[in-house]
């Protein structure tokens, strides 16, 4: 199986920084992408940003500037650096990775259990 562990989130005043991390891990021959999704509540899930295993990065047009994404390909890890936080950020997090566990397999979509980022004075 694939896990993806975030850690990370937590409660920021407005103006603030917060650092995500994801690390994925298990039976993975290759990862092509990596990203960060959110969810406010009764909103639907939006993509924020993602980078590929060579380098491309997108992101959502509402944290360009903001927010940085990264990634380490020899720990499957990936990275958001999340800055200038506004309460509009306000979200559950998720982490996914777009990976192919075996060769002989297509690529696939996995989540993680997201992290709670709240921005509140």
């Known amino acids: 199986q694939v896990q993806l562990v975030e850690s990370g989130g937590g409660l920021v005043q407005p103006g603030g920084s917060l650092r995500l991390s994801c690390a994925a891990s298990?039976?993975?021959?290759?990862?092509?992408?990596m990203g960060w999704y959110r969810q406010a509540p009764g909103k639907q899930r939006e993509l924020v940003a993602s980078v590929t295993s060579g380098g491309s990065r997108n992101y959502t047009d509402s944290v360009k500037g903001r927010f940085t994404i990264s990634r380490d390909n020899a720990k499957n890890t990936v990275y958001l650096q999340m800055g200038s936080l506004k309460p509009e950020d306000t979200a559950m997090y998720y982490c996914?990775?777009?990976?192919?566990?075996?060769?002989?397999?297509?690529?696939?979509?996995?989540w993680g259990q997201g992290t709670q980022v709240t921005v509140s004075s």
């Open positions: 996914h990775a777009r990976l192919r566990r075996f060769i002989v397999l297509p690529s696939q979509d996995y």
């Open positions: 298990g039976r993975i021959f290759s990862i092509d992408a």
